[in-house]
């Protein structure tokens, strides 16, 4: 059974602040792995979409790199800004069966700080 | 542009009542269907999804049952609540064809059972 574990659960930093948001899975028979974002009370705003067969993608001052053999991730936030602050959560398909059926990580929230 | 609805956004119903929560997607045809929930201080939980109408897979044994009436809209309901079914529920989307696409969320509908 898939188990994707994110770490750290918390993390408050001041404003301009590289950061890096880590996620990690048990099993590296995924199809892609999906970065999220939650704001409080709020659904999720897809943010990252990696294939297995990719290393990295960019978006704005977003980059998530995969290392599938190893069975991580990470989300480096370049110049973070107090509107960064949300829930940040990792899922990740699988690569084989139907339905794309994602396993979600707990999440790291995330405070930017003036 | 594809959007996905949800509704209510908020609901407090009693134990023992019945519960309907609606999702609709707009803007494409024949897309995989979800249901998440997301328990206080819980990750999500993949609950339903749905490849076509009236296919339905289940992913957790619970007191909620799922249907799919048309092809953009997808329902959970339950004939009677439990204090543990209390959570935010999530409607998600993804393009089918059997390929791992990127998955897209509505905006929650947070259900308190008292």
């Known amino acids: 059974k898939q188990e994707v574990t994110q770490i750290p659960a918390a993390l408050s930093v001041p404003e301009g602040e590289n950061l890096v948001l880590n996620c990690s899975f048990t099993?590296?028979?995924?199809?892609?792995l999906q970065w999220f974002r939650q704001d409080p009370g709020k659904g999720l705003t897809s943010l990252l979409l990696?294939?297995?067969?990719?290393r990295e993608q960019t978006s704005g001052r977003l980059n998530a790199s995969l290392d599938k053999s190893s069975g991580r991730s990470t989300l480096y936030i370049a110049a973070s800004q107090p509107g960064d602050s949300a829930t940040y959560l990792c899922a990740v398909a699988p690569y084989t069966g139907g339905g794309n059926k994602l396993t979600f990580g707990t999440g790291t929230q995330l405070k930017v700080e003036l | 542009s594809q959007t996905i609805h949800q509704w209510p956004a908020t609901l407090v119903q009693p134990v023992g009542s019945p519960l309907s929560l609606e999702c609709t997607v707009e803007g494409t045809s024949n897309p995989n269907l979800y249901w998440y929930r997301q328990a206080a201080g819980r990750g999500l939980q993949l609950l339903f999804y749905?490849?076509?109408?009236?296919?339905i897979s289940s992913e957790v044994p619970q007191n909620l049952s799922a249907s799919r009436p048309q092809d953009r809209q997808f329902i959970l309901s339950s004939k009677k609540l439990l204090l543990s079914d209390s959570g935010f529920y999530l409607c998600a989307w993804t393009y089918g064809a059997g390929v791992a696409y990127e998955q897209y969320f509505g905006p929650g509908t947070r259900l308190t059972v008292t």
């Open positions: 099993d590296s028979a995924i199809y892609n």
């Open positions: 990696i294939q297995s067969s990719q």
């Open positions: 749905s490849v076509g109408i009236g296919q």
